[in-house]
T-cell receptor, first 109, second 113 residues
Framework: AQRVTQPEKLLSVFKGAPVELKCNYS??????LFWYVQYSRQRLQLLLRHISRESIKGFTADLNKGETSFHLKKPFAQEEDSAMYYC???????????FGQGTRLTINP | NAGVMQNPRHLVRRRGQEARLRCSPM?????VYWYRQLPEEGLKFMVYLQKENIIDESGMPKERFSAEFPKEGPSILRIQQVVRGDSAAYFC???????????FGPGTRLTVL
């Protein structure tokens, strides 16, 4: 079955430090991977998707098919990055998203 | 464009009652998805609908749960004879086509007493 794993429920880093939120998936085909973010008191919103290969708010994520990973990275964390982050997968031929459990990122001043 | 709207935002029901959750997709969107988030878990897919059709209900519990998206009006997720285990946040998302970005609503938090 398709599965998305985010091993860290909580991650805390200092402002200006690098950030990496881990995401691993299990799927034998060609997946489409996403990162969603939910800021405090706001709705879930798309941060980035692997097919666009763009950087949003300084975040990047590279799909590594060999390691079945899609880690989210940012070189210098900012306080406004504090939020809940969800990795999600959409497998071929489907419309539904499969979500990981989420990682709560806290940026300390 | 007000985005995806869900109401009510909070719903309290006693065991055995019915819960009706409403979702109005973004303007121009005809694809609706329902997800459920239990405490301390990620969002789990329940059902995918297009106007007047259920396309994928592989995540719906076999009993007590139903969904519809009529030609006119919002999509409805209906839970009959609620139990404490139904307490969760229910999110609706919509998209313009089947493979474009899903935009999420604010969610309905259901509490079953």
């Amino acid at each position: 079955a398709q599965r998305v794993t985010q091993p860290e429920k909580l991650l805390s880093v200092f402002k200006g430090a690098p950030v990496e939120l881990k995401c691993n998936y299990s799927y034998s085909g060609s997946p489409e991977l996403f990162w969603y973010v939910q800021y405090s008191r706001q709705r879930l919103q798309l941060l980035l998707r692997h097919i666009s290969r763009e950087s949003i708010k300084g975040f990047t994520a590279d799909l590594n098919k060999g390691e079945t990973s899609f880690h989210l990275k940012k070189p210098f964390a900012q306080e406004e990055d504090s939020a809940m982050y969800y990795c999600a997968l959409r497998f071929q031929g489907a419309q539904k998203l499969v979500f990981g459990q989420g990682t709560r990122l806290t940026i300390n001043p | 464009n007000a985005g995806v709207m869900q109401n009510p935002r909070h719903l309290v029901r006693r065991r055995g009652q019915e819960a009706r959750l409403r979702c109005s997709p973004m303007k121009g969107h005809s694809h609706v998805y329902w997800y459920r988030q239990l405490p301390e878990e990620g969002l789990k897919f329940m059902v995918y609908l297009q106007k007047e059709n259920i396309i994928d209900e592989s995540g719906m519990p076999k009993e007590r749960f139903s969904a519809e998206f009529p030609k006119e009006g919002p999509s409805i997720l209906r839970i009959q004879q609620v139990v404490r285990g139904d307490s969760a946040a229910y999110f609706c998302a919509s998209s313009s086509t089947e493979l474009t970005e899903q935009f999420f609503g604010p969610g309905t938090r259901l509490t079953v007493l």
